[in-house]
């Protein structure tokens, strides 16, 4: 099969499932890990980038701007090719069961991965999202006392969880040269953190923290602080996963996701490794602070069957790579400068003023593309999508760039009220 012509409408993305119900409460709320306490946590995040979520009316109804029709959406992380068939197959094979609980995929689909690691029974658990697990495992070892340590830039998820933690959150930004963690530095900016944070490949760079460098961290960090790997992209890379540090009982918790290779950011299935006791900890969180909720019998069938699925992670890696090449060819044609290194479905390119203006600017052209970290205000990021999606982002980028106009004060807003990968309740 072409998965680059898959059909765009079987790529069921959260954003547009939200859309569809009109971002009411009750569609909202019938979600698995959304809570009101979410809501307020997506609301404090977009405050953070510079935009807001606005309330319609006091019962919490939320409604987030749509892109014109048409656009090319380019800006969220997300996989256009979404669920590979087979996943989609056991979508629909075990939907008509959805009357009743789970009493078989959830199980089935941490013994797979299990066994694929070479994990022991109460290594793994499986939830909709990786969302609702980072938050547990960054909240089970931070506190007022326990700060955090993260790279600058990076998901911004870290951050957030030592706010509702009150923990401090100490930024080490990424080294100038290869923009990855700077392992040493992060070490030395506290001498008792509670947890070490480092998303690999890192959201937004792309790029790659060679597992030398962490391993050396999590033999030098103090005793008692954890290490916490966001591997979201890590089917992208050619890095070799930390998870083996998890099966030698190491102190590092793993988070892996279905929403990027395996296309189901919208079904909601993501995985959390790491010691039985860290793990355990992860119930220490108030209820009001995780209400995650079981993962969804589907979600846990489509789970299993990408998993087992063998030539997916391969084939699909060399789609994104195929087209992450050709996009950046074409920067280095027309001299713009971007961050070398890229592991992911992103990269960042520099365009020489405030990229919030490019954002909108691109917007105006249907084109819409990521946002900015403040401590590269001129660069943005850009989600590789299909060949012709790109293909569209290289013109109206070309537009933007050599005639650049004043964006639309609509735009403007738009950009700052764009939902993006941080609402992955």
Known sequence: MDFQKFPSSLSSSRRSFLRTAGIATAAVASMPGVSHAALQQAAAAAASAGGTLKPKRASDEWEIPREAPGTVIISANENPLGPCPSALEAITKYAPSGGRYDRMHTGETIKVISEQFQLKKGYVRLYPGSGGPLDLALMSNLGPDKPLVHGDPTYEQG????????????????????????????????????????????????????????????????AGSVVIVDEAYHHFSNQESVIDLVAADQDVIVLRTFSKIYGMAGIRAGFAFGRPDLLAKFETITPSDRQIGSISLVSAAAAHASLTDAGLVPLRRKINRDNLDTTLAFLEKHNFKYVPGAQANMFMVNVNRPGKEVQAAMLQERVAIGRVWPIMPTYVRVTVGTAPEMQAFQTAFLKVMNEPTKPTAAHLDLVDHMPHELYRV
């Open 159 to 222: 951050p957030r969880a030592a706010v509702t933690m009150k923990a401090a959150a100490l930024a080490v930004p990424l080294t100038k040269d290869t923009y990855k963690y700077d392992v040493k530095a992060m070490l030395a900016a506290h001498p008792n953190p509670g947890a070490y944070y480092i998303v690999n490949p890192n959201n937004p760079t792309g790029t790659i923290t060679p597992k030398e460098d962490i391993v050396w961290l999590v033999k030098n960090k103090p």
